[in-house]
């Protein structure tokens, strides 16, 4: 071990290191954010010392933003790959990094480009509206993005007599055309994180605590959104229980969010709602569970693993992601 560090190169190209844990992580992630003007990103599925660390914490909406907007020579993307991905498609002149590559999105995966071009030749004519959570290729496909934070903003922006696709997830989906009333063609993915949270367990722990306020993430199945008293993005489930005068909430949707919670409001409770299998009993993205404060050193350290983007591919989902900033952070637009 030299200079507290043990670096072995894997066959796959791949960078093998063992840090030895004397090393102060926190000091040497700092300094290195500031050696190399690095802006640190964190989704709020990340665990509580990666968001403490963070130079912001938010949902995809945010944190998109934030990418688009920054000065940074580089920026550290604590989340999943798609988030990292929409970061460098807007900013092509930045260096991406993202602490494990390893970090995907069930249902990113759930929609791939062959079968989503096939999807749309079924649906000629449609204007398509994909949900942030998917490749940079199926970007490419769509006319406009959305996350869960301003889908109904979005769908609301496209003209009554235009006939809408939307992918990859049934429920935002089905949600967002309930409260919109317009119909809409919708691509049958589904969040595993979302989708495992069970309605009689749930309800079991709502007659324990009979005050407790259920709130959800639209990317729950239908029966958890009928009982929920809140459905929102992350960011908007944050807001609720910020503003709200309850004291017990149950919370649908990754466990992450907890942690802003309770440094927002420490004198509530917060119980995490209970998943259909028992066995595992945590509602953990697994996904975005890889990244460590280990790795954003490394990663930050080498400059490695970087998202790299092949450039037509990049511009053509460009404009899609753009079109969905300009209605969202504009007073006035029309698609
Ligand atoms: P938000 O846009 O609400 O942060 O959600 C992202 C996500 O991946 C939900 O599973
Ligand atoms: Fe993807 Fe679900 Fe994880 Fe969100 S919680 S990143 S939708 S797998």
Redesign the pocket.
Known sequence: MNNNINIQLLKDGYLKVDIDDQLDLEYEINKLRKEKNAVILA???QEGPLQDIADFV??????SQKAASTDADIIVFCG?HF?AETAKILCPDKKVLLPDLNAG?S?AESCTSKDFKEFKEKHPGHTVVSY??TSAEIKALSDIIC???NAEKIINNIPEKENIIFAPDRNLGNYIAAITGREMVIWNGA?H??EEFSLERILELKEEYPGAKIIA?P?CEKPVRLVADFI??????LNFISNDDGEIYIIA??PGIIHQMKKKRPEKTFIVAPPKDSTCGCSN?SY?KLNTMEKLYICMKYENPEIVIEESLRRQAESSIRKMLNISFKKSSVL
């Open positions: 989704h709020y599925y938010g949902d995809s909406l945010d944190l999943v988030m999105c249902l942030i959570n996350t869960s934070s969040c994180v979302h993430h990317e929102g993005s992350t960011s908007k489930l949707t990754e993205c975005m």
